[in-house]
């Protein structure tokens, strides 16, 4: 069934507190995506905030959620109202400590052990010591994929895709480099390496950098462009992520340090934020003067600024101007699509996807091609088995999330491909594991079979 909006599955709000003090392993989510040092808020409520002093409903509700956060951030370092993968986070989290599931943190598999051609256990070094763990049913792989490990992204990425990620630091290709050592075989012909988001970077106030994804909160909204190093459009900016970076690889020419900005003008900027930066964020010298953020008070000189020939960006952006006022674009169609203008505003008329940039100064922020995790993966059957190459199941090794082949092969048909392939073929691999145990028991031990 088709909608309008919203998500095909979304996890409900979860109280933070039902953790206690195990609140505090919980990762917190980027702080680009939280208010107030630690808010965090839904999509519905994105819209009640943009709308602050302008309805009265909305207003309530922004008054609400802040003063909700206040009473938070007296017990707690942050928000305690979680929403979307930090309230999944949390939800399953929560499901093992009442099971009473040991959790090891910060320990490292270094090794998985064998019986035979049968994966038995593994080898993990806990503190200073190693520990050896057996695995009566199996070992299932889920270490996240290889996004940080330069010599899997060189072997497999285009090399225009460069070495940007939006994942976390720790999907560096552990699972990949256990299983090919045990025999399993990677799908490597997948449509895509990896599933794509264009980022922007950023150094945060401790000095680390920061990567922000450019998913859904200002590419498609009316009033900012995408262009290549020639200063000319080159994707229908309202597309999806996933897309709109095999625009970014299909224009980069094979180049690994090709630029992309976004430009916009202050209108823009100050309606709805661009990357890290917020709406109706009064001041941008910070962001000015780190270099993220280039501005100038016309086009010509923003063109300069970023290495563009100015009359070549002056001339796109004039076409663009000549069909945005009227809501139109000719030339890619932005807001033609429901999926485009959802993420669109929808307050704006006649297209919630398109406006003129009229108003200086003008700004410009570059933009990388990034991934979301990876597709290319280890190669399981129906019940989340690792294959080898021959297509036989390795005994006692599954494998699901990043490291499983993308079940899509690459290829981004809707919002949750990656995570909602991992939820499911966990259950598989539980499931399948769990079965073998009950029928393991119900055999007589003077069958043969171990018990």
Not at 109 to 137: K, Y
Not at 210 to 230: C, E, L, Q, S
Not at 259 to 274: A, E, K, M, T, V
Request: aromatic share 8%; glycine share 10%.
């Amino acid at each position: 069934m088709r909608r309008p909006g919203g998500r095909v599955l979304e996890p409900v709000a979860f109280d933070g507190t039902r953790l206690g003090a195990n609140f505090a392993r919980l990762r917190a989510p980027l702080p680009e995506f939280t208010l107030f040092g630690g808010m965090m808020v839904n999509r519905l409520d994105i819209q009640h905030l943009r709308r602050v002093g302008k309805s009265l409903r909305s207003t309530m509700r922004a008054a609400r959620l802040v003063s909700e956060y206040a009473l938070q951030r007296l017990r707690s370092p942050r928000g305690t109202t979680l929403h979307l993968g930090n309230a999944l986070a949390a939800r399953l989290y929560a499901s093992l400590l009442a099971r009473q599931v040991e959790i090891l943190f910060s320990a490292d598999v270094e090794d998985l052990s064998m019986q035979g051609d049968r994966v038995s256990g593994v080898i993990i070094r806990h503190g200073s010591r190693d520990r050896s763990i057996a695995a009566r049913g199996g070992v299932v792989l889920a270490t996240g994929g290889f996004s940080h490990d330069a010599i899997l992204r060189k072997r497999y990425f285009p090399p225009v895709a460069g070495f940007v990620s939006a994942t976390n630091t720790s999907g560096t290709g552990d699972g990949l480099r256990l299983a090919t050592a045990a025999g399993a075989a990677l799908n490597t012909d997948a449509t895509s390496p990896a599933y794509w988001v264009p980022a922007s970077l950023f150094r945060r106030a401790d000095g680390r950098r920061g990567v922000f994804p450019h998913t859904v909160t200002d590419r498609a909204k009316p009033g900012v462009i995408a262009v290549n190093a020639a200063g000319r459009r080159f994707v229908n900016e309202a597309l999806s992520y996933h897309e709109f970076v095999l625009a970014m690889l299909r224009d980069g020419n094979g180049e690994p340090d090709r630029p992309f900005y976004l430009i916009c003008d202050r209108q823009f900027l100050w309606s709805y934020g661009l990357g890290h930066i917020k709406p109706f964020t009064h001041n941008v010298r910070r962001y000015v003067s780190s270099g993220e953020l280039i501005e100038a008070p016309d086009i010509e000189q923003l063109a300069a600024k970023i290495g563009i020939k100015p009359p070549a960006l002056a001339a796109t952006v004039a076409d663009y101007n000549a069909d945005a006022k009227d809501g139109r674009d000719p030339e890619f169609g932005r807001g033609s699509t429901i999926y485009q203008r959802h993420l669109g505003d929808a307050a704006h008329k006649p297209n919630p996807c398109v406006a003129p940039i009229l108003r200086a100064p003008f700004f410009a922020m570059r933009i990388y091609p990034a991934d979301l995790g990876t597709a290319i993966g280890m190669k399981v059957d129906a019940q989340a088995r690792v294959l080898r190459e021959d297509g036989t199941p390795i005994a006692g090794l599954y494998a699901c999330g990043n490291d499983m082949a993308s079940i899509m092969n690459g290829n981004y048909p809707g919002p949750g491909i990656t995570l909602g392939p991992a939820l499911t073929f966990g259950y598989i691999a539980g499931r399948h594991l769990a079965e073998g145990r009950v029928a393991a028991m119900a055999t007589p031990a003077a069958a043969g079979t171990p018990v």
